[in-house]
């Protein structure tokens, strides 16, 4: 027996997170009632006839007064226009698992629109193809109880995933950067390219994968993108700040010709970056020995021996002025 066995859930939203939340709830709970609703009607016959839901809702507080759990999967922006609509018609007992990008204003509007209900917020951190064995965010709001804490300890756990707390600020500064920054940067370079006709034809003929992961921030869906950057944009103008900066660092560096400088940042982020792929904190001092070099074969299974041996600054590598390792 499913522990949301004999509960009925309301899902608003059914894109990729709504639709295989429900569908992996209710391969695992028989005697579970999910109720489904997307502005797109097309959506919802898909997720009815996959078995995503059981039931077809017609509007946001069609079945509203049986579901004893909703879950938010929309953008954002249109979080404030459901809790108003949903208001006057939710039960007191009716706990709200809101899965959407920005937090903060979420947990405001809850606040003013549902002071009664128990709402709490959750946030997925996808590393595959299947909505199980992920991590899960969970972010307590102002209106946040035992009880929703509860059920959403369950529902990880269905999910076969595993929870971390975050801050309200923190989930929506790390948000900002890996939603909306990529976009705002993304966008920022391919317009400034655009103004070249070369450009246009150098993209036409270079349409391969270097361009594809380039532009691939531009891909994401545009109205939850929007709607991050309109619910988050205090924590965005302050991202957007530390990146000028940066760029002028390196526009000094450049202008100089400051070779050294400049390969020292390359070599750093790149190191960065496999420390977090490695679950290694970036800011250890990178004199300590924090890879044995006994462990470098054990490491190259991981990330590859040739970026194994950099990171374990083997001596016996023979390496230019910058510290690269020579490719000849």
């Given at each position: 027996?499913?522990k949301?066995?004999?509960?009925?859930?309301?899902?608003?939203?059914l894109?990729?997170?709504?639709?295989?939340i429900?569908q992996a709830?209710?391969?695992?709970n028989?005697?579970?009632?999910?109720?489904?609703?997307?502005?797109k009607?097309?959506?919802?016959?898909?997720?009815k006839?996959?078995?995503?839901i059981?039931?077809?809702?017609?509007?946001y507080?069609?079945?509203?007064?049986?579901?004893?759990?909703i879950i938010?999967?929309?953008p954002t922006?249109?979080?404030?226009?459901?809790?108003?609509?949903i208001?006057d018609?939710?039960?007191?007992?009716?706990?709200?698992?809101?899965?959407?990008?920005s937090?903060?204003?979420?947990?405001?509007?809850?606040?003013?629109?549902?002071?009664n209900?128990?709402?709490i917020?959750?946030?997925?951190?996808?590393t595959?193809?299947s909505?199980?064995?992920?991590?899960?965010g969970?972010?307590?709001?102002?209106?946040?109880?035992?009880?929703?804490?509860?059920w959403?300890?369950?529902l990880?756990?269905?999910?076969e995933?595993?929870?971390?707390?975050?801050?309200?600020?923190e989930?929506?500064?790390?948000?900002?950067?890996?939603?909306?920054?990529p976009?705002?940067i993304?966008?920022?370079?391919?317009g400034i390219?655009?103004?070249?006709s070369?450009?246009?034809?150098?993209?036409?003929?270079f349409?391969?994968?270097?361009?594809?992961?380039?532009?691939?921030?531009?891909?994401?869906?545009?109205?939850?993108i929007?709607?991050s950057?309109?619910t988050?944009?205090?924590?965005?103008?302050?991202?957007?700040?530390?990146?000028i900066?940066?760029?002028?660092?390196?526009?000094?560096f450049?202008?100089?010709?400051s070779e050294d400088?400049?390969?020292?940042?390359v070599?750093k982020?790149?190191e960065?970056?496999l420390?977090?792929?490695n679950?290694i904190d970036?800011?250890?001092?990178?004199?300590?020995n924090?890879i044995?070099s006994?462990?470098?074969?054990?490491?190259?299974?991981?990330?590859?021996s040739?970026?194994?041996?950099f990171?374990s600054k083997?001596?016996?590598?023979?390496?230019?002025?910058?510290?690269?390792?020579?490719?000849?």
């Amino acid at each position: 027996m499913g522990k949301f066995d004999n509960k009925t859930i309301s899902i608003y939203g059914l894109g990729s997170i709504g639709f295989n939340i429900g569908q992996a709830l209710l391969k695992k709970n028989e005697q579970l009632v999910v109720n489904g609703f997307d502005i797109k009607e097309e959506k919802i016959t898909i997720a009815k006839e996959s078995n995503a839901i059981s039931n077809q809702m017609k509007s946001y507080v069609d079945s509203i007064a049986n579901s004893e759990i909703i879950i938010l999967s929309v953008p954002t922006s249109s979080v404030y226009e459901i809790l108003e609509t949903i208001a006057d018609q939710i039960s007191e007992n009716t706990i709200v698992i809101d899965i959407c990008s920005s937090k903060r204003a979420i947990s405001e509007w809850a606040e003013d629109l549902l002071p009664n209900n128990e709402i709490i917020g959750i946030y997925p951190f996808i590393t595959g193809d299947s909505i199980l064995s992920n991590n899960w965010g969970v972010i307590s709001y102002k209106t946040t109880r035992e009880n929703s804490t509860e059920w959403v300890n369950i529902l990880v756990n269905e999910l076969e995933g595993m929870k971390i707390n975050l801050d309200l600020a923190e989930h929506d500064s790390y948000i900002a950067l890996t939603e909306a920054m990529p976009m705002i940067i993304t966008s920022s370079l391919l317009g400034i390219s655009n103004d070249s006709s070369s450009w246009k034809e150098v993209y036409k003929y270079f349409n391969n994968d270097d361009f594809k992961m380039f532009s691939s921030p531009l891909g994401n869906d545009p109205v939850k993108i929007f709607s991050s950057i309109s619910t988050n944009n205090d924590l965005l103008l302050e991202w957007i700040k530390l990146y000028i900066s940066e760029l002028v660092k390196i526009q000094k560096f450049l202008e100089s010709n400051s070779e050294d400088e400049i390969a020292s940042i390359v070599r750093k982020t790149w190191e960065d970056r496999l420390k977090l792929i490695n679950n290694i904190d970036p800011s250890l001092d990178s004199g300590e020995n924090i890879i044995p070099s006994s462990s470098e074969n054990i490491l190259s299974l991981f990330i590859g021996s040739r970026a194994a041996r950099f990171f374990s600054k083997s001596k016996d590598i023979d390496k230019d002025k910058y510290g690269f390792e020579k490719r000849i």
